[in-house]
C-alpha cells in the first residue's frame, strides 16, 4: 500500500485541536445564529481574571481587541468605513460612535480631543458611568483621521453604537372575539412564589429601561426620561407596547382588571427610561439610560434600586460598553441589574448580551407546565458557565397593554387581547423579556424584605431559592442555571442567615460535572471549567480541595478568592482521571470557607469506567 502523504499533517492537525479544546474548556455546536457570522475564536477563551481590573484594560467583545494589537476602531466602524465611496463627502450621513478613552482621562479632557479632532460632530453624552463620549460624526472624518487617533494615548477604543432588539414571541393564532378573561388565570405570580406574602416591593424603585411606558392606570410611575436621541425629551409613551407589557409584569397592581393580572411586586415604584422605539434600542442610548436610572436622585437621577432590561443583541461576551456601564452602576450605586437571556435557543452559546455581563442576573424562560421554553437561550457566555442564571415564567405572560402601540395593533387585529372597561386593556406576550420582569419583580421584594441587601447577596438568595425544573437532570444548568424562582424559598433562605445578612457566598456551578463538559468517564479525560464565586460582602475565601482521590487530580488555578467589596470573581478548576484509575464512582466536595466556616460546596461525580473496545487508527492504505 502507498503511504498518504497527507497523513503526518492531518495527525499533526489533530493533535494540535484537541490540545486547544483542553485549553479553552468547550467544544463546538452547531446553532443557527451563531453560524450566521464568524466568531473570531482568539477571544474564545474560559479566562481566570480580575473583573475590577480586567474590565476596562483588555475589552473582551466582538472587535474588542487591545490597544496597540489592530485598529483603534471596532469590527462595526472598520466594516463600515470599507464601503465608503472612495471620495469624501462631507453630505454623508453621521454615524453615531462611542470613544472609550483611557480611566484617567477627564471629561474635559475628552471634549478637548474631540473638538481637536473633528469638525463635523454632535456631543450626544460626556458620560460619568464609563470614561466614554457618545456622538455623531461623519464617517469620512473618522477615516481620514485613523492614524491620528491610533497616536493618541488618552483613547482606547472606538465603538459604534450597535441596535439592541426587545425579545418577544407573538402568537399567531386568530381569535373570532377578545379573549375571555375567566379562562385565562394568573398562573406567574403563584409559580414563583410571590402570592399572599407579606411584602410587595413597597418602597422600591425599579427601572424599565425599555421602548417606554403608557401611562396605564394599573402603572405606579413615579419618573420618566427619554433618551432616543433626536426625540423630544417629553416624549416618554410607548409606541412599541413592549415597555408597558415589561413593565405590568414587574409590578403592575392589576387596577385595570379587577386585580386579576397584577404583577409580582404591586407595590414598587416605576421609572420609564425610554431607550428605543421601533427600531430598537441603541447602545449608546442605553448607556445614558443606566446611567440615570441608577444615579441618586440628589445627583439628578432617577434612585433606582434594581434596572430591568428585556432587550439584548450580539454574542455572549462578559465586557462590552454597556456592560461595563453596567459594572461601575452596580460597584458605585449598589444596583441590582436584570436581562433577558434572549429568544435564541435552543442551543449552547445562544446567549447574548448585556445578560452575559458579570454583573447581570440573566433570566430564561419557562411556560406554566414548568418546561423550558423552546425558544430561552442557553449559556454559557465565552469566558464562564454561570448563564443563565435562572429561569422564570416567560410564555403567555398576560401584562399591560399600550394603547394604539404596534404591538397592541397587531394583537388586537388577531383578538389576542383581554378587554376591560376604560383605558386599561391587557394583552399575552411570550419571551424571554416576560421572564426578566419575573424576576425583577422578585428582587424588589426581596429588598424590602432586606432594604441593604447588596446585588451579589440578591443574586445568592435567587439561586439558593431556586428549584430544577422537573424534565431536567442537574447537569443541564447551561439551559436553567439554578432552576425556577422562588420569592418564598429565596426570603426563607435569607432569614436563616445571621444578622449580618450580607456575609454570604456562592460557587456556581455547585455540581459538576455539566453538560456538554461532561466528558470525564475514562482514563485520560480532563477537563476545565471557570466556576463563579459570588460574595456578597468584604471577605477573603479559600477553596478546600480533598487530598488523595484515588485516579483523580482536582486542582484550581488559585485556591484563594479575596474580595475587598461585595462581588464576583472566577476561578479555573481541572478535573483530570489519571491513567491509573480504577473504575467506579468517586463523589467528591469542595468546600468554600472563610474563618473556619463553610459557606458553600461544590459537589463532583464522576462515574469512572475502562474503555470497552479499543479504535485503531490506520495511516497506510
Given at each position: 500500500m502507498r503511504k498518504s502523504r497527507n497523513a503526518p499533517l492531518l495527525f499533526f492537525i489533530m493533535i494540535i485541536s484537541i490540545q486547544l479544546i483542553s485549553v479553552l474548556g468547550f467544544g463546538v455546536f452547531e446553532n443557527k445564529d451563531l453560524t450566521k457570522n464568524p466568531i473570531n475564536i482568539s477571544n474564545m477563551e474560559f479566562l481566570s481574571f480580575n473583573p475590577s481590573k480586567d474590565i476596562f484594560s483588555n475589552d473582551i467583545g466582538t472587535g474588542s481587541i487591545p490597544k496597540n494589537k489592530e485598529s483603534v476602531f471596532d469590527d462595526s466602524i472598520s466594516n463600515l468605513l470599507k464601503t465608503l465611496p472612495k471620495f469624501s463627502n462631507n453630505n454623508q450621513k453621521r454615524i453615531k460612535i462611542i470613544l472609550l478613552f483611557e480611566e484617567s482621562t477627564s471629561k474635559a479632557k475628552r471634549l478637548e480631543i474631540v473638538s481637536s479632532l473633528f469638525e463635523n460632530y454632535n456631543i450626544i453624552n460626556n458620560y460619568d458611568l464609563i470614561p466614554g463620549t457618545y456622538m455623531e460624526?461623519?464617517?469620512?472624518?473618522?477615516?481620514?483621521?485613523?492614524?491620528?487617533?491610533?497616536?493618541?494615548?488618552?483613547?482606547?477604543?472606538?465603538?459604534?453604537?450597535?441596535?439592541?432588539?426587545?425579545?418577544?414571541?407573538?402568537?399567531?393564532?386568530?381569535?373570532?372575539?377578545?379573549?375571555?378573561?375567566?379562562?385565562?388565570l394568573n398562573w406567574w405570580v403563584e409559580a414563583v412564589g410571590a402570592e399572599n406574602l407579606t411584602y410587595d416591593g413597597s418602597g422600591v424603585r425599579v427601572a424599565v429601561v425599555d421602548t417606554g411606558i403608557y401611562n396605564h392606570p394599573g402603572l405606579n410611575i413615579v419618573a420618566n426620561q427619554n433618551f432616543v436621541f433626536n426625540e423630544s425629551d417629553t416624549n416618554y409613551n410607548d409606541?412599541?407596547?413592549?415597555?408597558?407589557?415589561?413593565?405590568?409584569?414587574?409590578?403592575?397592581?392589576?387596577?385595570?382588571?379587577?386585580?386579576?393580572?397584577?404583577?409580582?411586586?404591586?407595590?414598587?415604584?416605576?421609572?420609564?427610561?425610554?431607550?428605543?422605539?421601533?427600531?430598537?434600542?441603541?447602545?449608546?442610548?442605553?448607556?445614558?439610560?443606566?446611567?440615570?436610572?441608577?444615579?441618586?436622585?440628589?445627583?439628578?437621577?432617577?434612585?433606582?434600586?434594581?434596572?430591568?432590561?428585556s432587550f439584548g443583541g450580539g454574542y455572549p461576551y462578559i465586557s462590552d460598553v454597556i456592560t461595563q456601564a453596567i459594572s461601575n452602576a452596580t460597584k458605585t450605586y449598589n444596583v441590582i441589574f436584570v436581562a433577558s437571556a434572549g429568544n435564541s435557543g435552543p442551543g449552547f452559546f445562544t446567549g447574548s448580551t448585556p445578560a452575559s455581563g458579570i454583573d447581570v442576573i440573566s433570566v430564561g424562560a419557562i411556560d406554566k407546565e414548568d418546561n423550558l421554553a423552546s425558544f430561552s437561550s442557553w449559556g454559557p457566555t465565552f469566558q464562564y458557565l454561570g448563564y443563565p442564571d435562572v429561569v422564570a415564567p416567560g410564555v403567555n405572560i398576560i401584562s399591560a397593554e399600550a394603547k394604539d402601540s404596534t404591538i397592541s395593533k397587531e394583537e388586537r387585529y388577531i383578538g389576542n387581547y383581554f378587554d376591560f372597561s376604560g383605558d386599561a386593556d391587557y394583552i399575552p406576550l411570550s419571551g424571554t423579556s416576560m421572564a426578566a420582569p419575573v424576576v425583577s419583580g422578585a428582587l424588589a421584594i426581596l429588598k424590602e424584605a432586606y432594604p441593604y441587601l447588596t446585588p451579589e447577596t440578591a443574586r445568592i438568595a435567587l439561586l439558593e431559592g431556586a428549584r430544577k425544573i422537573p424534565s431536567q437532570t442537574e447537569d443541564d444548568t447551561l439551559k436553567s442555571g439554578a432552576g425556577i424562582i422562588n420569592v418564598s424559598a429565596s426570603l426563607i433562605y435569607l432569614n436563616s442567615l445571621s444578622a449580618d445578612y450580607n456575609d454570604t457566598a456562592k460557587l456556581f456551578p455547585d455540581i459538576l460535572p455539566v453538560k456538554p463538559y461532561d466528558l470525564l468517564h475514562f482514563p485520560g479525560d480532563h477537563q476545565k471549567f471557570n466556576l463563579t464565586v459570588i460574595s456578597g460582602k468584604s471577605k477573603i475565601y479559600d477553596l478546600e480541595v480533598p487530598n488523595n482521590i484515588q485516579g483523580v487530580s482536582i486542582k484550581f488555578n488559585n485556591l484563594t478568592i479575596g474580595f475587598s467589596d461585595s462581588g464576583v470573581e472566577f476561578r479555573e478548576l481541572e478535573i483530570k482521571i489519571k491513567d491509573d484509575a480504577i473504575p467506579g464512582t468517586r463523589n467528591i466536595q469542595i468546600n468554600l470557607t472563610a474563618e473556619a466556616q463553610i459557606y458553600d460546596v461544590i459537589d463532583i461525580t464522576l462515574d469512572i469506567r475502562l474503555p470497552e473496545h479499543r479504535i485503531l487508527m490506520e495511516s497506510f492504505h
Open positions: 460624526v461623519n464617517p469620512y472624518e473618522l477615516l481620514s483621521k485613523e492614524s491620528i487617533l491610533e497616536e493618541i494615548n488618552d483613547i482606547k477604543r472606538i465603538y459604534k453604537s450597535k441596535i439592541l432588539e426587545s425579545p418577544f414571541i407573538l402568537e399567531d393564532s386568530l381569535q373570532l372575539n377578545a379573549l375571555d378573561n375567566n379562562l385565562y409606541d412599541v407596547g413592549h415597555g408597558t407589557h415589561v413593565a405590568g409584569i414587574v409590578g403592575g397592581d392589576g387596577s385595570g382588571s379587577q386585580g386579576l393580572y397584577k404583577g409580582i411586586a404591586p407595590g414598587v415604584s416605576i421609572i420609564n427610561a425610554r431607550a428605543g422605539n421601533n427600531s430598537g434600542l441603541l447602545e449608546g442610548d442605553i448607556i445614558s439610560a443606566i446611567q440615570w436610572s441608577s444615579k441618586p436622585v440628589n445627583l439628578g437621577g432617577a434612585g433606582a434600586n434594581i434596572i430591568s432590561m
